[in-house]
């Protein structure tokens, strides 16, 4: 598949370990409205596990796509509470978050493991969103770049340029996750300007230019108009604000160029 030349902006809502089945139905049917309503925007929801198959159904047919917000880097076998890639296929789930801060720094996972999955998904043809960030100690160290550069260079470890396409970037602080802080909208283009100067180097100029990179970190539909602004901010991973409606529908609206 060739590269966009002009990526359009895309928005994800990670609805965590929120909702229920009727609370994530409702939620859905408002954000398929949400997303009729603002052609030239890439929507993905991630709701938890067991409401994958109610919210593709509303879904289906629709702008919005369905993700999942993990998968195992295994294709089967006794592994207890894993869930695969063609499980998440068979689900109607196109897409899936690797490398999330909550599970890098609350459940452990390495880049190792960050890597695997992402290369099984991409291999499965699951599309991926690659979450990268530092956290406090390391922005206040003058970490930020060194952290962000070592999560790609080892999450996109043996990625091959054709699996590029089905390859989103999303840069989100740990220090503004849920924490109500966000990154300036100048601090935010200042990262995302060099992690594409780092995909350039491992894969080419253009390559770079065309990879989305979205940004992650209490965005509201207050700040959202200014972040997505920025010219290397191609959209937003959204977390708390995702869960509210109309909040998440003018987030949607404010990606739109």
Same mark, same amino acid.
């Given at each position: 598949?060739?590269?966009?030349?002009?990526?359009?902006?895309?928005?994800?809502?990670?609805?965590?370990?929120?909702?229920?089945?009727?609370?994530?139905?409702?939620?859905?049917?408002?954000?398929?409205?949400?997303?009729?309503?603002?052609?030239?925007?890439?929507?993905?929801?991630?709701?938890?596990?067991?409401?994958?198959?109610?919210?593709?159904?509303?879904?289906?047919?629709?702008?919005?796509?369905?993700?999942?917000?993990?998968?195992?880097?295994?294709?089967?076998?006794?592994?207890?509470?894993?869930?695969?890639?063609?499980?998440?296929?068979?689900?109607?789930?196109?897409?899936?978050?690797?490398?999330? /801060?909550?599970? $890098?720094?609350?459940? @452990?996972? *390495?880049?190792?493991?960050? =890597? #695997?999955?992402?290369?099984? !998904?991409?291999?499965?043809?699951?599309?991926?969103?690659?979450?990268?960030?530092?956290?406090?100690?390391?922005?206040?160290?003058?970490?930020?770049?060194?952290?962000?550069?070592?999560?790609?260079?080892?999450?996109?470890?043996?990625?091959?340029?054709?699996?590029?396409?089905?390859?989103?970037?999303?840069?989100?602080?740990?220090?503004?996750?849920?924490?109500?802080?966000?990154?300036?909208?100048?601090?935010?283009?200042?990262?995302?300007?060099?992690?594409?100067?780092?995909?350039?180097?491992?894969?080419?100029?253009?390559?770079? /230019?065309?990879? $989305?990179?979205?940004? @992650?970190? *209490?965005?509201?539909?207050? =700040? #959202?108009?200014?972040?997505? !602004?920025?010219?290397?901010?191609?959209?937003?991973?959204?977390?708390?604000?995702?869960?509210?409606?109309?909040?998440?529908?003018?987030?949607?609206?404010?990606?739109?160029?």
């Amino acid at each position: 598949m060739p590269l966009p030349q002009r990526p359009i902006p895309i928005v994800g809502g990670n609805w965590k370990m929120n909702t229920t089945r009727a609370t994530g139905s409702d939620l859905a049917r408002a954000v398929r409205a949400s997303a009729e309503a603002a052609p030239g925007v890439e929507v993905v929801v991630f709701p938890p596990f067991p409401y994958l198959m109610s919210v593709g159904e509303i879904l289906k047919g629709g702008p919005v796509a369905l993700g999942a917000q993990d998968v195992s880097e295994r294709a089967d076998g006794a592994f207890t509470g894993e869930v695969s890639c063609a499980m998440l296929r068979d689900c109607g789930a196109s897409w899936v978050l690797a490398g999330h /801060s909550e599970r $890098r720094h609350v459940i @452990g996972e *390495s880049d190792a493991l960050v =890597n #695997a999955k992402t290369r099984a !998904a991409l291999a499965a043809g699951i599309s991926v969103i690659l979450c990268v960030g530092e956290k406090l100690e390391q922005r206040e160290a003058g970490q930020t770049n060194v952290v962000n550069e070592t999560q790609i260079r080892a999450g996109l470890a043996g990625v091959e340029p054709n699996a590029l396409s089905c390859l989103v970037i999303a840069y989100e602080p740990v220090w503004a996750i849920g924490t109500g802080r966000t990154a300036s909208p100048a601090d935010a283009q200042a990262a995302h300007a060099h992690i594409r100067k780092v995909l350039a180097s491992i894969y080419s100029p253009d390559h770079a /230019s065309a990879i $989305r990179i979205q940004y @992650g970190g *209490s965005v509201t539909s207050s =700040n #959202a108009a200014e972040l997505f !602004a920025q010219p290397d901010v191609n959209g937003g991973l959204i977390g708390g604000a995702s869960l509210k409606p109309v909040d998440f529908g003018q987030i949607i609206a404010s990606a739109k160029r």
